[in-house]
């Protein structure tokens, strides 16, 4: 894999080569989520080309949306099973390790089966859907996305980017809920997935001219593996684009002086929320206000 991707829309960068930056130093959705929630320097510290001690998180337990992705949106050469009950053998750890090595998702044998269910319980709600065009149809499954934007080198990995370039579908998996209600209100935004939306679509722009449309399928993983269809509202969608803009200007300004703050240096003065007071007064109603 080249060092620096030049823009363009990529199919066949594999997903460690996306992940290590493979046009550095570039600005990804999910960089750009990490300073926007918490600050540059957090950034910086979760940069695999600007932090000398970067270390990617390894994660060795079973995670059964991870294994659902694969199989569904890359199909079952995407994982390798592993024919052992569990990952306490040497053999099954070297069979797991030389798995990674090749790009695939290790699972043990009850794991695939698991993650099997899922998929088979996801495409047949995926069919029952009223939805055009229908999700993860008439496409392809991670797209890298580099583009160059304001000044700066950006970067994405796109879930299903449709061959007409008109539509982009994301799987989110989660423990929650997956009504559509209590997602949109709460998990999305502290995921940062308005972001996500906003890059994605900026990217898609930048090396089509193509307006897409963003849809969110979320699902449980858990039986019944609930599954919903979200997308970002006008307004919600202007908002994310005002916090991209921001990560930007922000991003290219600590680049060109290699300065990257954290939080502000003065001493914050803690006001109260509404709901605290609300909260307040309704346990204490007869606690009249201080004059």
Known sequence: MSDALEPGIYSDVAEGDYHADPSAPSLSASIAKIMCNRSPLHAWERHPRLNPDYRPAEESK?????????????GSDR??????????TNAAKDERDAARA????????HEHEEACWMVEAVRRQLDALEVYPPLFTDGGPEQTLVWDERGVRCRARLDWLRDNRQTIDDLKTTGGSADPREWARRRLWDMGADVQVAMNLRGVKALTGVEA??????????????????????SALELANAKVDWALDTWRECIDTDTWPSY???????DVPPWEEMRWLEAHPFVKEAA
């Open 213 to 234: 449309e963003f849809r969110f399928c979320v699902v449980e993983n858990q039986a019944p593996y609930g599954l919903s269809v979200v997308s970002l509202a006008p």
């Open 264 to 270: 502000p240096p003065e001493v914050a003065y803690a």
């Open 62 to 74: 079973f995670d059964r949306g991870t294994a659902a992705h694969a199989l569904l949106l890359e």
């Open 79 to 88: 994982c390798a099973v592993i024919d052992a009950d569990s990952w306490r």
């Open 102 to 109: 090749e790009g695939r998702v290790p699972l043990l044998a």
